[in-house]
């Protein structure tokens, strides 16, 4: 039998909208970049959100005795928890305590991956500090000067005694992707010529091209982060919501349930933290 690239790779064009499977709703949140306050504020909103649900469903049931379905809600974190932001080192510590009484996925991002190896790659670790690296250290009460090799061989033997090694097994927890229904969730993008089971895990956590040029329909509608975009972009075949928490004051959730979408979003003005929530036209 003759089957198309289209077919093989991605979801035929007249295929029904993506959905996420009956009783269940995720909530794919972007970027934090060590940007705690944000986090927590969007934590918040999330956890408000579902208690409503659940204050719904208890409606439901005095109002018309049926039994209204439960919906159980599933959080994604996209990667890149670290790095740039003031509080590394509290994201991941709430990052734990929320996954402890939620259902929280979290994947590793290409910041993750430079912080595990600058424990022992000096150039790594060169590299870490330039990008955003510093912020994190600082988290921890490391001060990250370092200009030579020597230099790096001692903020790596700082680094040991004081980042926790319950932290850096947390980050070596961190999950390559997660599919739930017609959507996967990755930190980067995926290699267009290759199915989900055959990515790379670099790829994973670092790709840009040509992943964001793609066109064509994956098989699955791919939600990632790690490229920065002013507003979510929204395309057929994927939706990208990093938009620069660590500069922008602006975390962003995807909200998904059934066929809908919709987006939360954190927005700083005068020191305070508001979330707004707009549902994704069609």
């Known amino acids: 039998m003759n089957m198309s690239i289209r077919q093989f790779f991605g979801r035929p064009a007249e ?14 949140m972007g970027d934090i970049h060590g940007r705690l306050d944000l986090f927590k504020a969007a934590i918040k909103a999330i956890e408000r959100d579902i208690e409503e649900d659940g204050a719904d469903d208890a409606a439901l049931q005095d109002d018309f005795a049926t039994q209204a379905q ?6 994604i974190l996209l990667g890149d928890l670290i790095d740039r932001g003031p509080d590394s080192a509290g994201v991941l510590k709430r990052a734990r305590k929320w996954k402890k009484r939620r259902d929280v996925h979290i994947l590793g991002g290409n910041h993750e991956e430079m ?3 600058s424990f022992d790659k000096k150039e790594v670790l060169r590299h870490f500090l330039r990008f955003g ?12 000067q370092a200009k030579n090799k020597a230099q790096l061989a001692s903020l790596q033997a700082r680094m040991a005694d004081y980042v926790p090694a319950k932290d850096l097994e947390f980050i070596r927890s961190f999950e390559e992707q997660v599919v739930i229904g017609d ?4 930190h980067a993008g995926i290699h267009p010529s290759l199915t989900l089971e055959k990515q790379d895990g670099k790829d994973l956590r670092w790709i840009r091209e040509p992943f964001l040029s793609h066109e064509k329909l994956f098989s699955h509608v791919i939600v990632h982060g790690h490229t920065i ?9 994927r939706i990208g919501i990093d938009t620069g928490a660590f500069e922008t004051g602006r975390l962003t959730v995807l909200v998904l349930e059934g066929t809908g979408r919709k987006i939360m979003e954190t927005s700083v003005k005068n020191g305070t933290i508001k ?3 707009r549902k994704v036209e069609e």
């Open 183 to 186: 959507y996967a969730f990755v």
């Open 133 to 144: 690296g510093k912020e994190t250290l600082q988290s921890y009460g490391i001060d990250p």
């Open 115 to 117: 912080f595990l190896e």
């Open 275 to 277: 979330v707004s929530t």
């Open 70 to 75: 439960h919906v159980e809600p599933t959080v």
């Open 15 to 28: 295929s029904k909208k993506p959905a996420i499977p009956p009783g269940r709703r995720v909530y794919a």
């Open 229 to 237: 975009y002013s507003n979510p972009e929204i395309r057929d075949n």
